[in-house]
């Protein structure tokens, strides 16, 4: 028999910045299937195709949309990742309204094992949430 592979969760890049957005893919590409774009409506059409599991979305998004934005207009269709906000400029104050907006987590540059962990987290926080909304018992 065989060892079947487990499928890799898949996580969605959105960075203006293609240096960054490259950075970010190659750590993530170890652990994740990873596709990556440039804008929150480049992210959202590319959502609206295909879900993720994942996005991790740059603090600095305008073109397109902001990346708040970018996350209300994914739970407002029902297609909203598990969504980690990054950035090259680490700021108490953004961090904390991005958690407010609904962000898993916020993780500044360098973009390490930090990001990977973030995200691990991220997954593992939106799945125990869903198992606890399917249960009888949360009905």
Do not use: W
């Not at 934005?69 to 991005?98: D, F, K, N, S, Y």
């Amino acid at each position: 028999m065989g060892t079947e592979a487990r499928p890799r969760p898949s996580v969605l890049v959105v960075n203006p910045d293609p240096t960054a957005r490259n950075r970010i893919v190659a750590v993530l590409a170890a652990q994740f299937d990873v596709s990556a774009c440039a804008s929150a409506a480049e992210a959202l059409a590319l959502l609206r195709i295909a879900r993720r599991h994942a996005m991790v979305v740059d603090a600095s998004l305008d073109k397109g949309g902001t990346s708040v934005e970018l996350l209300h207009a994914c739970v407002a269709a029902g297609i909203a990742p598990a969504t980690v906000m990054t950035t090259a400029r680490g700021q108490i104050q953004t961090a904390v309204e991005a958690l407010r907006e609904g962000f898993s987590d916020y993780v500044p540059e360098p973009f390490d094992d930090r990001l990977t962990q973030a995200l691990l987290a991220a997954l593992s926080s939106s799945s125990a949430a869903a198992a606890v909304a399917l249960s009888p018992a949360a009905s």
